[in-house]
């Protein structure tokens, strides 16, 4: 609910602070004295259209700051939360306006869009006037509200799945036709394919394998080379292993002698003398399978590059041919079995088609019976409220095939036949301003606070009525304030004695200035300001015995 309300410098007003309490709190004053500006003031912190005209007169900017306590799991943290703003009750609007009309927002002293202040707005505040409405003449929210009155919840829940599953088969439906088409368009070329790669056979890792082979047999010469100088160190003119056996014969000669001092060095010798004979064998074998073969390079080359330029072909790697060769074969399978699975597809969409039907029926059903309660009871709240021959209609249009969603297979709006024997039409194109405002009202009551915000506003729902009328409206008013917070700009004394909190605007001039001021009332103001509005500039004891049944009765 809407719990404090500060404005500086907005049109007459220069500074002011509302601390609202009670479900019920009426704004009453004289015609002229200020009561729009509140409104104006407001709808700046909920996001309305700033104009440089609201800044008072001298002053530089104008501010205004709401403040509303709301529960922890309100629809307006959640709001935030999805656009990454963390936020804790209570929740602060403030809204800055310059004289050069540019305005900044901010919520609990962060810095947002105007956009996102107006969403948070509209969630948190609805405002029924003569000249303005939020909410209930949005035909965007009829339908939830009919569903939340006729607590539909489980078919709204069911047609959604329906309609979700009905997509999903539909697209993949979509999804393989496009695919066949496109497969069809290509069935020459896809068959070529695959038989030129079957028949290439590519293997994953053959490129490596090939450029691996092709420079090996493109080095063989200087391997030969290579090996043949390595042959000749070991056996040539240094003949290294004949040197490593005489080293070796000479110190056994004296082993005896040495008193085993030669030992470490003649197990080296031998060492040596095995290793090199070793090494001069694997050197004869390296040398024997050294031989060029120019047939064996050119085909390990003609492979190479043949591979290379399959592969530049189809836009793949080459070790992605073979896999490519895979994908191409399934492709051709699937045209092959294109009527077996597009006959499962189709069935599945059929059966998808049926099933959301079947739910948007019960969810039509169920809706067209709430629609004649809601009709009949906002039909009874109508006369009461000076509007007995207007004619509330819950409209349920069918949708075309192709616009059916997840809320269903109908548009539903709230329409009014304002005179017997007229077509009902949109509520704000039949009804006058006040007409329009019990209108809401009634709605409202009807709905019992279904996809209500917490706190709403009426801006002189009692123009143009009186007596019982203004009665019934009164009684109606404090009827919704049993389930969330009313706000009531009135003239009737009749509404303003509901009001379990009253506030009265004045406008006074001094030094040649003009300001308005708000004033909480306490019970003996209060009864001299209903007194007023009955009796107008002066005041009787006949007025105030008056106000003080209305007093009483209201209480």
Known sequence: MLSRLSIRDVVLIEKLDLAFHGSLSVLTGETGAG???????????????????????????????????????????????DREIEAEAPLILRRVLGTDGRSRAFVNDQSVS??????????????????????????????????????????????????????????????????????????DFLRHAVDELDAFHPEPGEEARLADQRRFLMSGEKLRDAVSAAEGALSGETDCIGALNRALRLLERQRNDAGGRLDAALAALERA????????AEIATAAKSLHADPQQLAAVEDRLFALRALARKHD????????????????LAAIDDSDAALGKLAAATKKARAEFADAARALSAARAKTAKTLDAAVGRELPPLKLEKARFATLL??????????????????????????????????????????????????????????????????????????AAVGERLAKLGDDMQVLVVTHSPQVAARGLQHLRVAKATARNATATSVAELAPDERREEIARMLAGARITDEARAAADRLLAGGA
């Open 35 to 81: 009561k729009s500006i509140l409104l104006d003031a407001l709808g700046l912190a909920l996001g309305d259209r700033g104009q440089a005209g609201l800044v008072r007169s001298g002053a530089e900017r104008a501010q205004v700051t709401a403040e509303f306590d709301l529960p922890g799991d309100h629809p307006a943290f959640r709001l935030l939360a």
């Open 114 to 187: 105007i956009g996102l202040l107006a969403e948070l707005g509209a969630l948190l505040v609805e405002i029924h006037g003569q000249h303005e409405t939020r909410g209930l003449l949005d035909p965007a929210t009829h339908r939830t509200l009919l569903d939340d009155a006729g607590g539909h919840d489980k078919l709204v829940t069911a047609t959604a799945a329906a309609h979700r599953a009905m997509a999903e088969a539909e697209a993949a439906e979509t999804q393989a036709r496009e695919d066949l088409a496109r497969a069809l368009r290509d069935q």
């Open 273 to 280: 003398t095995a290793e090199a004979a070793d090494a001069a």
């Open 316 to 331: 793949v790697a080459p070790d992605a041919l073979a896999e490519l060769a895979d994908t191409l074969r399934a492709r």
């Open 397 to 470: 249009a069918p949708l075309p095939e192709d616009q059916w969603g997840p809320s269903g297979a109908e548009r539903v709006s709230f329409e009014l036949a304002a005179n017997p024997g007229s077509a009902p039409g949109p509520l704000n194109r039949v009804a006058s301003g006040g007409e329009l405002a019990r209108i809401m009202l009634a709605l409202r009551v009807v709905l019992a606070g279904h996809g209500a915000a917490p706190t709403l506003v009426f801006d002189e729902v009692d123009s143009g009525i009186s007596g019982a009328t203004a």
